[in-house]
C-alpha cells in the first residue's frame, strides 16, 4: 500500500484526527470517513481499573467451573466467535456442523485467500496491485502444509481462476475504501488472541482481521477490525465484543474500539468498548460454553430457531420447523438465494 498522504500520528503511533486539510485530500470520501472514525486524541482514550483483567477471570473461572469439569482430561474446549454465534442461534445446525469433518469451501477457501492478501498488503512496500497481492497470497498458501494448501493445489484452472477474480475483488474494496496504514499506527493483520481458562481446559481464541493502536499505560488506544462482505448480521457485533474480552483478558486493557467494516457498501459500523459491554459478554461466553457441552453430552435436546441458516444447515431435510420457515419466507417474499454464510472479506 501507499504511504499515508493525509492522517496523522502523535510519538505513541496513536490514529489522531488530521489537522491538515491539505493531507486529507488524498483520501477519496470513503477513506476519510474511516479515518475520522477510528481516529482519537489522547484525552479521548478511557482508562481503565488495573484489577479489571484479574476480575473478569475470576468471574469467568468462577462460572465456567462447572462446565470446565465436563472437559475430558486431557483435552481442551476450544472456544471461537464461530462456536458462540452458532449455539446462540439455532442448536440444531449447532450440532449439525459438529457433527460434520471440516471441508473447505469455495466461499472459506476465497476468504482465507483475500485475508492473506490483505495481511501482505499491510506491509507490502509500494502500491501493489490487488490481483498480485492475491497471487502471492495463493502462492503462499499452497506451499503451507494443511487442509487449504491441498483444497488450493488440487483446484481445477476454472475453479482457481473464479476463486483469484473473487478475492481480487476483496481486496481492491479494501485498497479502496480504507485509508492507507501509516506504519506509526501500528497495524497488525490476522492478530491472533487467546485466552486459557480453568486450568487450560477451556481456551477462548481467535484472530482479529485487523488492529491499529496501542494501549498506553492502563489508557486504551487499540482498535479492533473485523472487515465483512454482504450484508450486517447482529452476530457481527457479538463477534467482536468476544475479542474484546479475550484481548482485556491477554492485556489487562481493553481496546478502544470495535469497527466491522462492510466492504460491499464501504461502511464501517464502530463500538466504543466498556466495562458494561464486557460484563455482558462474560454472561454470553458463560451461557454459550454451557449450552455447547450440555447438547454435545446430549443432556437436553437442541432448542431449534428457524431463521436464515435454515437454507444451508445440513440437517434441513429432517428438520420440520427449518423446511415450514423456508417455505413460508420463500411464499411471502419471493425470496432468492443470492448468498450462503457469512463471507469474511
Known amino acids: 500500500m501507499r504511504p499515508v498522504q493525509g492522517p496523522v500520528a502523535n510519538e505513541d503511533g496513536e490514529i489522531v ?5 491539505q493531507r486529507r485530500q488524498d483520501l477519496n470520501p470513503a477513506q476519510a470517513e474511516v479515518l475520522e472514525a477510528l481516529g482519537a486524541r489522547p484525552h479521548e482514550r478511557p482508562a481503565f481499573d488495573p484489577r479489571l483483567r484479574q476480575d473478569l477471570r475470576q468471574r469467568l473461572e468462577a462460572r465456567l467451573g462447572p462446565a ?3 472437559v475430558p482430561k486431557g483435552e ?15 442448536e440444531g445446525l449447532f450440532l449439525a456442523r459438529d457433527a460434520e469433518p471440516f471441508a473447505w469451501t469455495p466461499s472459506s477457501a476465497r476468504g482465507s485467500v483475500a485475508h492473506k492478501a490483505i495481511e501482505l498488503a499491510v506491509s507490502w512496500r509500494g502500491d501493489p496491485a490487488p490481483g498480485l497481492l492475491v497471487d502471492e497470497a495463493l502462492a503462499r498458501l499452497v506451499e503451507v502444509p494443511g487442509s487449504l494448501g491441498e ?14 477474480a473473487e478475492a481480487t475483488e476483496r481486496v481492491s474494496m479494501f485498497q479502496e475504501c480504507f485509508p492507507p496504514l501509516e506504519p506509526r499506527w501500528r497495524p497488525v493483520p490476522e492478530s491472533r488472541l487467546r485466552a486459557d481458562l480453568c486450568d487450560d481446559r477451556i481456551v477462548l481464541g481467535g484472530k482479529v482481521d485487523l488492529t491499529v493502536g496501542r494501549a498506553d499505560g492502563t489508557r486504551a488506544g487499540k482498535v479492533l477490525i473485523d472487515l465483512k462482505t454482504g450484508a450486517f448480521s447482529p452476530h457481527h457485533i457479538d463477534d467482536l465484543r468476544f475479542y474484546a474480552l479475550v484481548e482485556t483478558l491477554r492485556l489487562g486493557v481493553p481496546p478502544r474500539l470495535l469497527a466491522t467494516y462492510y466492504l460491499d457498501g464501504g461502511r464501517l459500523q464502530p463500538e466504543v468498548v466498556t466495562e458494561a459491554l464486557l460484563d455482558v459478554t462474560v454472561e454470553r461466553v458463560v451461557q454459550g460454553v454451557t449450552a455447547a457441552l450440555e447438547l454435545r453430552g446430549a443432556d437436553r435436546p437442541p ?21 415450514r420457515w423456508v417455505a413460508h419466507q420463500d411464499e411471502a417474499d419471493g425470496w432468492i438465494a443470492t448468498v450462503g454464510e457469512d463471507d469474511d472479506a
Open 76 to 90: 481442551v474446549l476450544w472456544v471461537s466467535k464461530h462456536l458462540l454465534s452458532t449455539v446462540h442461534g439455532c
Open 68 to 70: 470446565a469439569e465436563r
Open 151 to 164: 483444497y488450493l493445489g488440487q483446484l481445477g484452472e476454472g475453479e482457481r481462476a473464479e476463486l483469484h
Open 17 to 21: 484526527a488530521a489537522e491538515d486539510d
Open 303 to 323: 432448542v431449534l430457531r428457524p431463521g436464515p441458516p435454515c437454507r444451508w444447515c445440513p440437517a434441513s431435510a429432517e428438520c420440520e420447523p427449518g423446511r
